[in-house]
């Protein structure tokens, strides 16, 4: 008989458990922690059911008119199952708006997200200020089918809307200096008020090595289904990087700053045991408090094998030959 699968770990736990501590509202998310019934599995009932998300959710109209879509490289995409619509934008980790993955939906109405600029700079011979939607005009948007791997262990597939990074740098013209690019959310507490609280350090930030950055796979997203990107899901610019685990997403990016050395990068700062600047999915490394070898694809009972790199390693494995994975975590 084969030994039984390791719990699932709580939601929550992607927070070290100093900051999480601290958190005003302990008692409240202590419920994320009593078992299966009530924790993540539990959670994930009403997902694979696919009910109707509580009434003060923020799920967009699905009549939005789309945004202009030229469809991505098939090899690009997964043929897997999509996500369904309403749980891709009601279960979310966006603590700028709340600890609990329904807080997004709730309170990320907000979010203004115009007008909104986004400042490219550093090391680039053209530096610029791009208004969104100047920005968006300005690439041809694909629609990507990605895996999405969170380092709690549970997993999405969505069709994002956007497109490659590497085309925005090579507008910018990176110098010879560059080798790591950074990126910071907005900070506006009035608009997240999530910030107000001190679980970590804001603004978020978060970074790649110029070389990932310039990958295929590497996106910048403004839509998913079709639509414009919801608040709570990173609006009105977020990273999508499908072969890390999901916190390298950063959302709602106000900048993009190409530097020499490796910047410091939000959970690496909190918790550099637990959260590496890489941060690729890997199930051979497990977090310090759980298991990676396995996850929970949101809307299915059964857990699967976490692939090496999400299952993106034909395309990405080679920007790591030479490096110990075990401890470039």
Same mark, same amino acid.
Request: some cysteine.
């Given at each position: 008989?084969?030994?039984?699968?390791?719990?699932?770990?709580?939601?929550?736990?992607?927070?070290?458990?100093?900051? &999480? /501590?601290?958190?005003?509202?302990?008692?409240?998310?202590?419920?994320?922690? %009593?078992?299966?019934? $009530?924790? +993540?599995?539990? =959670?994930?009932?009403?997902?694979?059911?696919?009910?109707?998300?509580?009434?003060?959710? /923020?799920?967009?109209?699905? =009549?939005?008119?789309?945004?202009?879509?030229? @469809?991505?490289?098939?090899? *690009?995409?997964?043929?897997?199952?999509?996500?369904?619509?309403? $749980?891709?934008? !009601? &279960?979310?980790?966006?603590?700028?708006?709340?600890?609990?993955?329904?807080?997004?939906?709730?309170?990320?109405?907000?979010?203004?997200?115009?007008?909104? !600029?986004?400042? +490219?700079?550093?090391?680039?011979?053209?530096?610029?200020?791009?208004?969104?939607?100047?920005?968006?005009?300005?690439?041809?948007?694909?629609?990507?089918?990605? #895996?999405?791997?969170?380092?709690?262990?549970?997993?999405?597939?969505?069709?994002?809307?956007?497109?490659?990074?590497?085309? *925005?740098?090579?507008?910018?013209?990176?110098?010879?200096?560059?080798? &790591?690019?950074?990126?910071?959310? *907005?900070?506006?507490?009035?608009?997240?008020?999530?910030?107000? #609280?001190?679980?970590?350090?804001?603004?978020?930030?978060?970074?790649? #090595?110029?070389?990932?950055?310039? @990958?295929? *796979?590497?996106?910048?997203?403004?839509?998913?289904? =079709?639509?414009?990107?919801?608040?709570?899901?990173?609006?009105?610019?977020?990273?999508?990087?499908?072969?890390?685990?999901?916190?390298?997403?950063?959302?709602?990016? +106000?900048?993009?700053?190409? %530097?020499?050395?490796?910047?410091?990068?939000?959970?690496?700062?909190?918790?550099?045991?637990?959260?590496?600047?890489?941060?690729?999915?890997?199930?051979?490394?497990? @977090?310090?408090?759980?298991?990676?070898?396995?996850?929970?694809?949101?809307?299915?009972?059964?857990?699967?094998? %976490? /692939?090496?790199?999400?299952?993106?390693?034909?395309?990405?494995?080679?920007? &790591?030959?030479?490096?110990?994975?075990?401890?470039?975590?």
């Amino acid at each position: 008989m084969a030994d039984p699968l390791p719990p699932e770990p709580p939601a929550s736990e992607v927070t070290p458990e100093k900051l &999480y /501590l601290r958190r005003r509202d302990f008692i409240r998310n202590v419920a994320l922690f %009593t078992g299966t019934a $009530v924790g +993540v599995g539990g =959670g994930l009932y009403w997902l694979g059911a696919r009910q109707a998300p509580p009434s003060d959710v /923020l799920v967009p109209d699905a =009549g939005e008119v789309p945004q202009p879509v030229a @469809h991505g490289v098939g090899a *690009l995409d997964t043929d897997e199952p999509r996500t369904p619509y309403d $749980v891709v934008t !009601t &279960y979310n980790n966006f603590y700028e708006f709340g600890l609990d993955k329904s807080d997004p939906a709730r309170h990320a109405g907000t979010l203004r997200t115009r007008p909104w !600029t986004v400042v +490219v700079d550093g090391e680039v011979h053209e530096p610029r200020t791009w208004d969104i939607d100047a920005l968006l005009a300005a690439f041809p948007l694909e629609e990507r089918v990605y #895996r999405m791997r969170c380092v709690e262990a549970w997993s999405m597939v969505i069709p994002w809307l956007g497109f490659p990074l590497a085309r *925005l740098l090579e507008r910018a013209r990176p110098t010879g200096a560059a080798r &790591y690019v950074a990126f910071t959310t *907005l900070n506006d507490p009035e608009q997240m008020p999530g910030q107000r #609280r001190g679980v970590l350090d804001w603004p978020y930030v978060e970074g790649l #090595r110029l070389d990932e950055a310039q @990958h295929p *796979l590497t996106l910048l997203a403004s839509g998913l289904y =079709g639509k414009q990107l919801p608040p709570q899901n990173g609006a009105p610019l977020r990273l999508v990087v499908p072969w890390k685990y999901g916190f390298k997403g950063i959302k709602s990016i +106000v900048r993009i700053t190409l %530097t020499r050395e490796q910047p410091p990068t939000t959970w690496n700062l909190a918790a550099p045991r637990e959260y590496g600047f890489y941060a690729n999915v890997n199930p051979a490394v497990d @977090h310090p408090r759980w298991s990676q070898a396995h996850e929970r694809r949101l809307g299915e009972f059964r857990r699967r094998p %976490t /692939l090496p790199f999400n299952g993106y390693a034909e395309q990405v494995a080679s920007l &790591y030959q030479g490096m110990d994975l075990s401890r470039d975590f």
